[in-house]
């Protein structure tokens, strides 16, 4: 089994409509065969564990809640899920997000995407930094 990291970040300004992808920014780190950067999405390869760790900086446009999930293949990893509150349009508001999740059979060589998403109001986002390990 071996083991992989990335690290992404994303400090550019950037504003996500409601159900809309976060942009991840660039690659920082990275070591290992099984994580990748595509467009949006962290790529995944060989079955295993993965641990996730985000920090999200956002404004919402309106008061109230605002949600981060993180999917892998459009399917909502159980638990994987970030609510802040602002009393105040714009704002702004630090959001950190933990999981762990099992991916694919051991016998699985197909890829899949893991993706953030925003959900509640549209936001401004000002930083996003995410780190995926296989354990």
């Not at 992989?4 to 660039?26: K, P, W």
């Not at 595509?38 to 999405?41: I, L, P, R, T």
């Not at 925003?118 to 986002?125: E, I």
């Given at each position: 089994m071996s083991r992989?990291?990335?690290?992404?970040?994303?400090?550019?300004?950037?504003?996500?409509?409601?159900?809309?992808?976060?942009?991840?920014?660039?690659v920082i780190r990275r070591f290992g065969p099984n994580l990748t950067m595509?467009?949006?999405?962290i790529q995944i390869s060989g079955a295993g564990y993965y641990d996730i760790d985000a920090s999200i900086t956002l404004a919402p446009s309106a008061a109230g809640n605002v949600t981060i999930?993180?999917?892998v293949d459009n399917v909502a990893i159980p638990g994987a899920t970030v609510t802040?509150?602002?009393a105040t349009a714009n704002d702004p508001v630090n959001l950190s997000l933990s999981?762990?999740?099992?991916?694919?059979c051991p016998c699985c060589e197909g890829l899949s995407n893991l993706t953030?998403?925003?959900?509640?109001?549209?936001?401004?986002?000002?930083?996003?930094a995410i780190v995926v390990e296989k354990i």
């Open positions: 992989s990291a990335i690290y992404t970040v994303n400090q550019s300004a950037q504003n996500v409509a409601v159900n809309g992808t976060l942009n991840l920014g660039s595509s467009g949006n999405a999930t993180a999917f802040g509150s602002v999981s762990l999740f099992r991916e694919g953030f998403v925003l959900t509640g109001t549209a936001a401004s986002v000002t930083n996003v």
